[in-house]
T-cell receptor, first 112, second 116 residues
Framework: KQEVTQIPAALSVPEGENLVLNCSFTDSAIYNLQWFRQDPGKGLTSLLLIQSSQREQTSGRLNASLDKSSGRSTLYIAASQPGDSATYLCAVRPGGYSTLTFGKGTMLLVSP | DVKVTQSSRYLVKRTGEKVFLECVQDMDHENMFWYRQDPGLGLRLIYFSYDVKMKEKGDIPEGYSVSREKKERFSLILESASTNQTSMYLC???????????????FGPGTRLTVL
């Protein structure tokens, strides 16, 4: 059964720092991997989706990488801002299925 | 923009009540999903549906049922609510499997259910 682990569980940084969130998964046979953002008490918003054939995706200050063979992904956030404070969730989609398996998330706090 | 709406943001029910959580999407998506989210446990899939009148069990279906009579609407039913079903419930939708490896799930705002 696929398991997704996110490290660290929580992270507190001052504004302006570059930071890396980590995600690992146990079964490398994935269709794609996504990073989501969740604000307190709200639903999830998709940030980046990396297809199994890709190595990375970028959107603004966010960059996500995928190493399928080692079962790892990282989300890099450049020049962090207080508005980046949220929980970041990693999810993998098994090949051929529409369901997602989620990690438990990293709660990020960026202080002014 | 894709929109997924859920009938209530907050709901308080009594133990033993029958509870209906409604989800509607406006993008003609074939797939719809119900998750629950609990601190320390993350998001767990309860049920999903690939098409009208079709349903599949997820990881934690016990105590729940679902209904999909129309393509845009997916209902989660708690037949007899219990206190351990107090949770945040999230609905999502996505295009048909295989339409693109780049498809994503679109989430609603969530329903915070408290069972007393």
């Amino acid at each position: 059964k696929q398991e997704v682990t996110q490290i660290p569980a929580a992270l507190s940084v001052p504004e302006g720092e570059n930071l890396v969130l980590n995600c690992s998964f146990t079964d490398s046979a994935i269709y794609n991997l996504q990073w989501f953002r969740q604000d307190p008490g709200k639903g999830l918003t998709s940030l980046l989706l990396i297809q199994s054939s890709q190595r990375e995706q970028t959107s603004g200050r966010l960059n996500a990488s995928l190493d399928k063979s080692s079962g790892r992904s990282t989300l890099y956030i450049a020049a962090s801002q207080p508005g980046d404070s949220a929980t970041y969730l990693c999810a993998v989609r098994p090949g051929g299925y529409s369901t997602l398996t989620f990690g438990k998330g990293t709660m990020l706090l960026v202080s002014p | 923009d894709v929109k997924v709406t859920q009938s209530s943001r907050y709901l308080v029910k009594r133990t033993g009540e029958k509870v209906f959580l409604e989800c509607v999407q406006d993008m003609d998506h074939e797939n719809m999903f119900w998750y629950r989210q609990d601190p320390g446990l993350g998001l767990r899939l309860i049920y999903f549906s690939y098409d009208v009148k079709m349903k599949e069990k997820g990881d934690i279906p016990e105590g729940y049922s679902v209904s999909r009579e129309k393509k845009e609407r997916f209902s989660l039913i708690l037949e007899s609510a219990s206190t351990n079903q107090t949770s945040m419930y999230l609905c999502a939708s996505s295009p048909r499997t295989g339409s693109s490896s780049a498809d994503t799930q679109y989430f609603g705002p969530g329903t915070r259910l408290t069972v007393l």
